[in-house]
Every structure is written in structure tokens, then in C-alpha cells.
């Protein structure tokens, strides 16, 4: 391996705002409280481990997965409440899903929109995609600005509109009147991200079938199997059959396949462990703004966001976390309105009871 030839050629064959871009940060595994991706804390019973050791036995992995996903929209369609006009569309999770869109939609140049600070990846897949990227500045408050919204949309004209429901890394969720607006007022598509529905009791899904401008886009890395890489788009047969174009062959392999029609005989696990996060929330919420010098926003997630606008800011009280071995994701320098921000995920009421206690530690000793 020549260094000096590859750096050479990289420069002079590798896109310039690739090789200017830092790779989508996955922190490394670590010991401790892990509070810092929206992961469901809770682990799989052994009844559901047991279903999945014997799904997966039973797999053919020296044959492509199928191409026909029939049972699988079946058991999907069940557990997740989806209108059977939707047509449906499955990738290795929903991150695979919003690049297709971008994909299928935009010719290079073309605007992709949504209110800012939003979800990170919608810029990333965007650009990745030669498409621009506007993003649409939230109140002070960290709220929906429909005008401005409004007056994007009207400006830009964009082929595709993301919208969180709630809104990550933020929490809230934005009125039915307003996304009502949006969806009134775009040229294109409209996709409406509800990674995080299960926490906030609130769905779009129903009205599908009378929204021909928009779908639906759901994860199941939030309710406890990020680790399995599966999301789904739910939207009008015509529009899943374009993004069907450009899904790569054998997207969702067959392990994946087998191990979710396994665990989803098994939903009430899954909703149980929801219902418990959505639960825990609000007294951890309520524990956070105890706190001195704390700002907490309003959350239909499973996490919160927390400003830490006293002494020490946000930058040193997430490594004063780190260093007690408890992450969390700081957004202080992400954006000018997040400025002194942590998101923290809703953890079990051990890890939360040791959030708070550490925080206080921190706080106090400053
Ligand atoms: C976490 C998240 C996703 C990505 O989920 P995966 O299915 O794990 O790729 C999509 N949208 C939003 C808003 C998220 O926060």
C-alpha cells in the first residue's frame, strides 16, 4: 500500500464535499449507562430470544432473501396498524429508506426541506444524494415556525419535505394544524418521520389513505431493535412503486426478516417496554428541571432535551458525564439554537435515579 499514491488519487477522484465531511459518529461500545442514542434500554425476554434462535436456525443463508415479503407486510401491516390501501416498502432500517427517496425524487440541484435542528441524517442522505439541503431555523424556544416553514416551501419549492413527528433531537411534536399547512402547501412530497410514535401516542398513519402527498416513515430502532436494521415506508401504492426502483436488490436480508416476524409474535413485549420509557419520562423530565441553571423541553420522544445555560455549560457536563461513565449526546456546538445542549435518552429508572444523582454531583461541586 502506497499512502503518498492513494492520498494523491483520492484527491484528485473522491468528491470534494466527501473527503470534507466526517463520517457519521458511531461511539464506540463502552461500559456504563449508554443514554445517548435512543435506545430501548430493556433487553428481550427469554421466551422472544428463544422464538428468535429458532426462526434464524431455520433460514436458508445460502439462498438471497426472497423476493416475494408478502407474510412479512402481513405481519407488519398487523402490528404496526397500517391502512391496507398503503402500499408498503422495507429497508435496512429507515436511514436506507430516506435515501431512496432523495434517490427517486431529486434531480442533482433539487431542494430537500425540513425545520432545523432536525434529524442529522436528512442532511447527510440529501447531499449524499446531490440534492440541496434547506433547513428551516426553529423558534428560540425550539418550536415550529410555520411562516417561515411556510415561506421556505413557497421560495424553494422543494421535491421532498421532511418532517419529524416528534422532532429529533428536540422532542416536540409539531401541531396537526401546522404539518395540516406544510402538507397543504408543498409541490412534492412530504414524508412524515415517526421514528419516535411509539412514545408519543399520535399518528398520521389513519389519514394516509387521504393524504396523496405524503407517506409514512417508521423505525423499529426506537422500540427496542436498533440492532436488527429495519424501518418502513408506508404510503400510496404509486409512490412505494417508484422507490421500489431504486432499493437495492436483497436490501433486508434474511436473518433480519426472520427474527422480526419472530419478535412481532410477540408485540406486547414490544409495547410494554414502550409504554414504560413514555412513563419514565416525565419524572425524569420533571428531576432534570430541578436542577440548577436547567432547561427542559417538552418531549413526545423517548429522550429530552436538556439546556445547560448556568456553570459548567453543556460541553463540560457531558464530559463530567463521560468521565462517571454515562453518555449522552451533546449537541452544545451542533447548532447556535442548541447551544449548552444534552439529549438524553429515557433509561431504566436505575439508570435515570443515577443520571440525576451524577448531574447533581456535577452541578453542585462546580
Ligand atoms: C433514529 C431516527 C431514524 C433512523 O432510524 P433507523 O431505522 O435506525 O435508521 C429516522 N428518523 C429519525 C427522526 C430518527 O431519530
Given at each position: 500500500m502506497n499512502a503518498d499514491t492513494a492520498a494523491g488519487r483520492i484527491a484528485a477522484t473522491v468528491r470534494d464535499d466527501i473527503r470534507a465531511l466526517a463520517a457519521y459518529p458511531v461511539p464506540p461500545a463502552a461500559d456504563g449507562i449508554k443514554l445517548d442514542a435512543m435506545e430501548c434500554p430493556y433487553g428481550l425476554p427469554d421466551a422472544v430470544r428463544d422464538d428468535i434462535a429458532r426462526a434464524v436456525r431455520n433460514t436458508a443463508l445460502n439462498r438471497y432473501p426472497p423476493g416475494d415479503t408478502a407474510a412479512l407486510a402481513d405481519d407488519v401491516r398487523r402490528a404496526f396498524g397500517i391502512p391496507p390501501q398503503a402500499g408498503l416498502l422495507f429497508g435496512n432500517g429507515s436511514d436506507e429508506l430516506i435515501h431512496l427517496i432523495v434517490q427517486a425524487c431529486c434531480q442533482p440541484g433539487d431542494t430537500v426541506l425540513s425545520p432545523w435542528p432536525s434529524f442529522v441524517y436528512f442532511d447527510m442522505a440529501a447531499r449524499f444524494d446531490h440534492a440541496r439541503f434547506v433547513g428551516v431555523p426553529l423558534t428560540a424556544d425550539l418550536q415550529l415556525d410555520l411562516p417561515a416553514m411556510l415561506q421556505a416551501i413557497e421560495h424553494h419549492r422543494p421535491k421532498v419535505v421532511f418532517l419529524a413527528l416528534p422532532n429529533n433531537p428536540t422532542g416536540g411534536l409539531w401541531p396537526d394544524a401546522a404539518v395540516q399547512a406544510i402538507l397543504d402547501a408543498a409541490p412534492g412530497l412530504v414524508?412524515?418521520?415517526?421514528?419516535?410514535?411509539?412514545?408519543?401516542?399520535?399518528?398520521?398513519?389513519?389519514?394516509?389513505?387521504?393524504?396523496?402527498?405524503?407517506?409514512?416513515?417508521?423505525?423499529?430502532?426506537?422500540?427496542?431493535?436498533?440492532?436488527?436494521?429495519?424501518?418502513?415506508?408506508a404510503g400510496h401504492p404509486d409512490w412505494i412503486a417508484q422507490f421500489d426502483k431504486v432499493r437495492p436488490p436483497y436490501n433486508l436480508n434474511v436473518l433480519t426478516q426472520a427474527a422480526l416476524r419472530a419478535v412481532l409474535r410477540h408485540k406486547p413485549v414490544l409495547d410494554g417496554q414502550a409504554a414504560r420509557?413514555?412513563?419514565?419520562?416525565?419524572?425524569?423530565?420533571?428531576?432534570?428541571?430541578?436542577?440548577?441553571?436547567?432547561?427542559?423541553?417538552?418531549?413526545?420522544?423517548?429522550?429530552?432535551?436538556?439546556?445547560?445555560?448556568?456553570?459548567?455549560?453543556?460541553?463540560?457536563?457531558?464530559?463530567?458525564?463521560?468521565?462517571?461513565?454515562?453518555?449522552?449526546?451533546?449537541?452544545?456546538?451542533?447548532?447556535?439554537?442548541?447551544?449548552?445542549?444534552?439529549?438524553?435518552?429515557v433509561g431504566t429508572p436505575d439508570e435515570n435515579r443515577a443520571l440525576l444523582r451524577a448531574l447533581k454531583d456535577i452541578l453542585s461541586t462546580h
Open positions: 414524508v412524515l418521520d415517526e421514528a419516535y410514535q411509539p412514545f408519543a401516542g399520535h399518528t398520521w398513519m389513519p389519514r394516509l389513505p387521504g393524504l396523496p402527498q405524503a407517506v409514512v416513515l417508521r423505525t423499529v430502532s426506537k422500540i427496542g431493535l436498533a440492532g436488527l436494521r429495519f424501518g418502513y415506508l420509557l413514555r412513563a419514565d419520562r416525565e419524572p425524569l423530565a420533571a428531576g432534570l428541571a430541578a436542577l440548577p441553571g436547567v432547561t427542559v423541553y417538552s418531549s413526545a420522544g423517548n429522550f429530552l432535551l436538556a439546556r445547560f445555560s448556568g456553570q459548567p455549560g453543556g460541553n463540560a457536563v457531558h464530559l463530567a458525564l463521560k468521565t462517571r461513565k454515562i453518555l449522552v449526546k451533546n449537541f452544545s456546538g451542533a447548532h447556535p439554537l442548541l447551544a449548552d445542549c444534552l439529549r438524553i435518552s
